[in-house]
């Protein structure tokens, strides 16, 4: 399994700013202060980030209604996951995360500068993104090398697939503990800066889908040109 490095992460200014959940053409052109913040965070928070990622690969032995069944006596449930897996001959489970150093960083600083803490956190969540993105790109292209297409990545919280529902079936498919992520009682993710997804492999997948698509801010985001050239 590929050991991750902070190197391996593309981590930029406007990267932290969407992570804060701002447009990076409106702060440069109103705030260049806060330009300068952004850079100060990355210089520090890169120091803090500790990337890991656990991928488990298992192989579909059937569908039934709104099932996907698994090797290993596993299954996937949920209309919305099993709808976009029909054609695959596998699935590819993965939880990245970033570590807790980052957030409890974030949480220090913001006690004397909320504008740096911000921007530290945007940091943390530029990163947990950039390490998702390269862990699909991988997978993407170990598929391509067998034959195979992939789906887009399918996250506990899009559209059709709430947290409650899919973070249990991502936690009871492989054993995050081991990259040192755990689950809350309300289903959420602890170090915070952490992703889960669920993607499809098979030679018989075609998704012109994009994950925008699923959002719940997709009416109104503003950055969906800029995720569909990451994802798509």
């Known amino acids: 399994m590929k050991k991750w490095q902070v190197e391996d992460l593309n981590i930029t200014v406007d990267a932290i700013l969407r992570g804060q959940g701002a447009d990076p053409d409106i702060i440069r052109s109103r705030s260049p202060r806060l ?47 099993t709808g976009h897996l029909v054609g695959a001959r596998y699935i590819s489970t993965v939880v990245c995360t970033v570590g807790s150093k980052i957030d409890k960083y974030a949480s220090e600083v913001m006690e004397d500068d909320i504008v740096l803490g911000l921007a530290v956190d945007g940091v943390g969540s530029a990163a947990v993104e950039a390490l998702a993105n390269a862990v699909c790109r991988n997978i993407e292209l170990d598929a391509a090398n067998r034959g195979f297409q992939s789906t887009i990545p399918l996250s506990p919280g899009m559209i059709g697939w709430g947290v409650e529902e899919g973070q249990p079936i991502i936690f009871d498919l492989m054993d995050p503990a081991q990259i040192g992520v755990e689950l809350t009682p309300y289903k959420l993710m602890i170090p915070r800066k952490s992703l889960s997804m669920i993607i499809g492999l098979g030679p018989d997948i075609h998704s012109g889908e994009r994950i925008c698509d699923y959002c719940g801010m997709r009416e109104t985001c503003r950055y969906q040109d800029h995720y569909e050239e990451i994802h798509g």
């Open 35 to 81: 330009i300068k913040t952004a850079e100060e965070a990355l210089e520090a928070g890169r120091k803090l980030l500790e990337p890991e990622v656990l991928i488990k690969e298992l192989a579909v032995t059937s569908f039934r209604h709104n099932s996907l069944e698994l090797e290993e006596e596993k299954k996937i449930s949920g209309a919305l996951v």
